[in-house]
């Protein structure tokens, strides 16, 4: 459920699966793109966390073909999130071109990082070597994929219960009996929808 006003799915409770919802009313006729441009993308990582703000003006003003080529390559790297999710839900094995084409996106991303020296508690830290390449924010994005799917584990990684909701969500609950992506939307809905079937019946 969006609660913060910026357009943006943020159910998710991770941010590659808040960057596989950000296409929104998936199984509708007419589902509504939120990352319709390279400035959308832009935003996304930074509201995300996955890219430092002081990089994110920069980005912002870059102009020509590239950004555009990167925020489809963005909404296509997405989907082949989205299918090896729902390969997973649906009990289906995982289709080798969606692996191939994370791989080369992961690989890519780490590519554009150096090891630098660091203050903080750890000796070095990563940066990226060259923080204005427009493609930084679909480095940030394929990272946050990697983290998702070798990290945490294949079973917190639910998919809303809903019939009409296609909201993929990390279910981080104590019982990890979470159905849906939101109690508030989803989950009132649908009880709604049991107790008036349950009542014709």
Known sequence: MNNRGDGFEWSGGHPALDFVNTLDERPSDEPIENLATYHDLVRFAELAGLIEPPIVKPLLRLRGLAPGRIVK??????????????????????????????????????????????????????????????????????????????????????????????????????????????????GNREKQRRRRAAARN
């Open 73 to 186: 390559g963005a909404r296509r790297l997405r989907e082949h999130l989205h299918d090896i999710l729902a390969a997973k839900v649906s009990g289906r094995p995982t289709r080798q071109p969606d692996l191939d084409a994370l791989s080369a996106a992961i690989k890519a991303a780490h590519a554009a990082r150096a090891l630098v020296g660091s203050r903080s508690a750890g000796l070095v830290r990563y940066r990226w070597c060259s923080p204005r390449t427009p493609e930084i924010p679909l480095h940030a994005c394929a990272l946050a994929i990697e983290s998702l799917l070798v990290d945490e584990e294949r079973t917190r990684i639910r998919k809303c219960a809903a019939a009409d909701c296609d909201v993929y969500y990390l279910d981080t609950s104590k019982s990890q009996r979470r159905q849906w992506c939101s109690m508030i939307g989803c």
